[in-house]
């Protein structure tokens, strides 16, 4: 074969090699294409765990016990021993009135009493003589025709007459004594005393005040002086609905005054209101806080480290998983490769993590990074993230 032959030969297998040579870059190049087209997304497990957190609450310190002192009756101070901070003892003193028309009402009830007893005492006598003449008739009427069975008769009655009218002396006897003891006890209502160990908060009277019950209006009335129990306290708190569940008395909670910002307190749950009130969403707790340093004072507002727990495990995610948009509140759960938009609602944050209630299940593999971007139905490559990211708080 000539030269001239063979050269189509050889323009042909040039032409070939060179359409082989540009066909390898295309054919990379739609492998990237379709790799790019399937992105990784690094997902996290859904846990399950019982909430355990501490959350800030403001309260108020309250007296355990607080008693408005007003007098019994209408009298003139006489003197007062005690002002406001004055610390005392339960029975102490704290001042003394004078009523000058209650040494007359004494001086009168005496007078019923003698009076009484002096009317019961000659009705007793009447009775016994009485008694004594129907004695000697009965006795006589034992002979025939000696007494007639009429005066008999009357001297029964008149038995009887006295009787009842020494029972009625008596009754008379006792209420006057009534009266009088009853006018010597509000007579001692003139000293007016602690009614309990504490110290006087308030005082609104001095010597020469005159002073009386609080009967029409005790809201509006101002009494002499306040005292409070400052060696125990109430701590009351009032608590969201949401923070309501898994409270037990005899837990100990912490807190924080103001007044010692350096300082930590603590108090025990002793009284649960059970009750919600449906003007402010909270539950009235009480705690008891010892006191016995007096270093708190009732009026202050401490910020509480309430213990928020939950009875039964919840579904955590890390708080990156949860997107939101204007429609929903969701994350994205990766299923066979496949994205799907879960609808959740969010609870309280754990650390890095956070409560989800939604159609989740322990061991789901959900987007650590939840966005509106990926698409549900969207094919994906999952990778684990790093197992600080899908590690919650210990």
């Known amino acids: ?55 800030r609450l403001p309260g108020e310190l309250q007296a355990y016990e607080a008693v408005a002192i007003f007098p019994k009756v209408t009298a003139y101070v006489d003197s007062i021993a005690v002002d406001r901070g004055t610390r005392v003892r339960s029975g102490q003193i704290m001042a003394r009135l004078v ?28 009775l016994a003589s009485d008694q004594s003449t129907f004695d000697r008739l009965k006795s006589a009427s034992a002979t025939p025709g000696v007494v007639a069975g009429n005066d008999l008769e009357v001297a029964q009655r008149a038995v009887d007459a006295d009787r009842a009218k020494v029972e009625a002396m008596r009754g008379g006897t006792e209420a006057a004594k009534s009266a009088l003891k009853s006018i010597t006890e509000i007579e001692s209502y003139l000293e007016v005393r602690a009614p309990f160990d504490g110290v006087v908060t308030e005082r609104n009277v001095h010597p020469g005040s005159l002073v009386g019950p609080a009967t029409s209006n005790p809201a509006a009335a101002v009494p002499m002086v306040r005292v409070e129990r400052f060696r125990k306290l109430r701590l009351v708190i009032p608590v969201p609905e949401k923070y309501a569940a898994g409270m037990n008395t005899g837990t100990k909670v912490d807190f924080t005054v103001p007044a010692f910002p350096s300082g930590t307190f603590s108090g025990t749950l002793a009284r649960i209101a059970h009750a919600v009130d449906v003007k402010t969403r909270t539950m ?17 507002f401490p910020e509480v480290l309430w213990p928020v727990r939950r009875r039964e495990p919840t579904l955590f995610v890390p708080i990156s998983a949860v997107a939101r948009t204007t429609e929903a509140t969701f994350v994205i759960r990766v299923r066979d490769g496949s994205t799907e938009w879960v609808n ?11 409560e989800v209630f939604g159609n989740l299940h322990e061991g789901d593999e959900v987007a650590a990074r939840g966005t509106d971007e990926l698409r549900s139905g969207t094919r994906v490559n999952a990778q684990f993230a790093a197992p600080e990211q899908q590690r919650g708080p210990k």
């Open 1 to 55: 074969m000539t030269r001239l032959q063979i050269l189509p030969f050889l323009l042909l297998a040039a032409a070939c090699l060179c359409a082989s040579c540009t066909s390898n870059p295309n054919s990379a190049a739609k492998v990237q294409a379709s790799a790019a087209a399937t992105p990784t997304v690094e997902v996290s497990k859904v846990v399950s765990r019982k909430l355990s957190i501490t959350t």
């Open 99 to 126: 009523a000058p028309e209650l040494p007359a009402q004494r001086a009168e009830a005496q007078s019923k009493v003698q009076a009484a007893e002096a009317q019961r005492a000659e009705a007793e006598a009447k």
């Open 284 to 300: 009235p707790v009480e705690l008891d806080v010892e006191n016995t340093d007096g270093r708190l004072s009732s009026g202050m």
């Open 344 to 354: 959740v609602q969010t609870g309280e944050q754990d650390g890095k993590s956070i």
